[in-house]
């Protein structure tokens, strides 16, 4: 069969997204911080946005007419000895002040109790500091891990051909303190043997916090003991040969095995526990970053209110500079006009993407209080199940939607602070109707808070008490459920001594 290149013509249907609607997509998604930097990008970008200040506007002409009007009532000083209208001065010598004038101030005793950045202050003046910090340098920031045990260095007996193999180690350390390569892999970089970094390596483990440098747990906790003077005492044996049946509890076995009685084997398990498994951990690098709702929901009355939270966020408007210049009758002629166009276009859809981004999250939020009321009133024992579909239909949107909305949104309640996802979980059938997982889990969490240390309950006693209040779910069920909000089995729980 040949070959040969033929024109067809052909009628298709098809989806096409175009670039506006790509991007109302992607603001629609966005949690509060990213949609906050894709804002200020437009700004950067786009001529034709301003941000709109009208209420900074409004208060910082009140403040200038504040000041004017403070101003006004100060007396201004004159260089000449006489008024305007050739009447002299009252001396200051008598005693006498003006109508509108106001008390000598004591400078002296002013300055006495005046300090300022430059320094102290005196009656006759400041004198500087010369050493003192700048504001800039004041600011707090937490120490890393990294500059702390570079700060040792100068205290360290090191050679000078040693100090490149140390830096080399000191930069390969992750965040909990660990060595991240290989000797070998230092070796290579350092140029030297294996024998020099290992050598090296004693003046790290020395280095404060104790365990810093380790490639793995046991080293780490090792090295804590070495420091502690319990090098060849049962727990070191027990963390360099028995740390599987620790993590497993498994006493009897590590007992029997080092030919000792249970209860020295719990006294040497209650020393493990003081040691530190992650020396970086106090130099943290994360900042904490506190959650800021994107809506509010209040009860006035016997009804919910919802507020979309705006505030911080840069209000967006078209330039009326630049609306007036296009409205011209010779805009045409403007050798910028195509460019100026194609971005007024582009301001216009995203400011009207925007509105409609606000508009989705209030619908969507207004429908989930609508199903969650029970909840808002009485807490977690009463969230209902729910999933997108339920929101979908009824606000008339497509799941997808939805689903974009609940994803990094945060909702202030009168039962606290949570994500929009929150209050979509499956259900289980009961007597007394549905029940959501997420209430299950609240049960299950609050059995085993309350549960004694030397004997925590297990999964079957959880399915009997969840029995009696008309849940019936299956012990893997619980499982999973424990396994979910992080809790470890009955027998991991069980504290011996």
Request: glycine share 6%; hydrophobic share 35%; with cysteine.
């Amino acid at each position: 069969m040949g070959l040969e290149a033929k024109l067809v013509q052909k009628l298709s249907q098809s989806l096409l997204m175009t670039p506006q609607l790509q991007q109302a997509i992607k603001l629609l998604q966005l949690g509060r911080l990213e949609y906050k930097e894709a804002l200020e990008k437009e700004l950067l970008e786009n001529p034709i946005l301003e941000e709109s200040r009208e209420e900074a506007e409004a208060r910082s002409e009140s403040q200038s007419a504040a000041g004017a009007e403070a101003e006004s009532s100060i007396p201004v000083p004159s260089d000449n000895s006489s008024s305007d209208s050739g009447e002299d001065a009252t001396p200051a010598e008598e005693g006498q002040l003006a109508p509108n004038s106001q008390a000598p101030i004591a400078w002296e005793d002013y300055l006495e109790n005046f300090t300022d950045s430059r320094g102290a202050a005196t009656p006759k003046g400041f004198f500087d500091f010369e050493d003192k910090p700048s504001l800039e340098s004041t600011l707090t920031r937490s120490e890393t891990l990294h500059e702390y045990l570079v700060a040792q260095l100068r205290f360290a007996d090191v050679k000078r051909q040693d100090q490149s193999i140390l830096l080399n180690i000191l930069g390969n350390l992750d965040k909990d303190g660990y060595l991240c390569v290989t000797y070998t892999d230092i070796a290579e970089a350092c140029g030297c043997d294996v024998g020099d970094v290992e050598r090296v390596m004693g003046v790290v483990k020395a280095m404060d916090p104790p365990g810093v440098g380790a490639r793995d747990l046991s080293e780490c906790l090792l090295i804590q003991l070495e420091n502690m003077g319990l090098g060849s005492s049962l727990e070191a044996r027990i963390v360099s040969q028995h740390l599987d049946k620790l993590e497993k509890r498994k006493f009897d076995q590590i007992a029997k095995t080092e030919q000792v009685a249970v209860e020295e084997v719990y006294k040497a398990v209650t020393a493990i526990r003081n040691l530190e498994p992650r020396p970086g951990r106090q130099f943290g690098e994360e900042t904490v970053r506190y959650i800021i709702p994107d809506i509010y929901v209040y009860k006035v009355g016997g009804e919910y209110v919802i507020s979309l939270n705006e505030d911080g966020l840069p209000k967006l408007r078209v330039s009326p500079y630049y609306l007036d210049l296009l409205k011209r009758k010779d805009a045409e002629n403007l050798p910028n006009y195509e460019y100026l166009s194609g971005r007024l276009k582009a301001a216009s859809w995203l400011i009207k993407s925007i509105h409609q981004r606000q508009q989705t999250i209030y619908r969507v939020t207004e429908s989930i209080v609508k199903f969650q009321r029970e909840f808002l009133e009485h807490g977690i024992e009463r969230l209902r199940p729910l999933v997108l579909k339920d929101v979908a239909d009824d606000i008339g949107m497509h799941e997808s939607t939805v689903s974009r909305v609940t994803t990094n949104k945060y909702v202030h309640t009168p039962q606290g602070v949570f994500e929009l996802k929150y209050f979509f979980s499956n259900g289980i059938k009961t007597d007394g109707g549905d029940v959501s997982s997420a209430t299950i889990k609240d049960k299950i969490k609050n059995m085993i808070a309350a549960e004694p240390p030397a004997e925590p309950i297990s999964d079957q006693e959880i399915v009997d008490r969840l029995k009696a209040e008309n849940i019936e779910i299956a012990r893997r069920t619980v499982a999973k459920y424990r396994e979910n909000l992080g809790i470890l089995s009955s027998s991991k729980r069980k504290k011996l001594f």
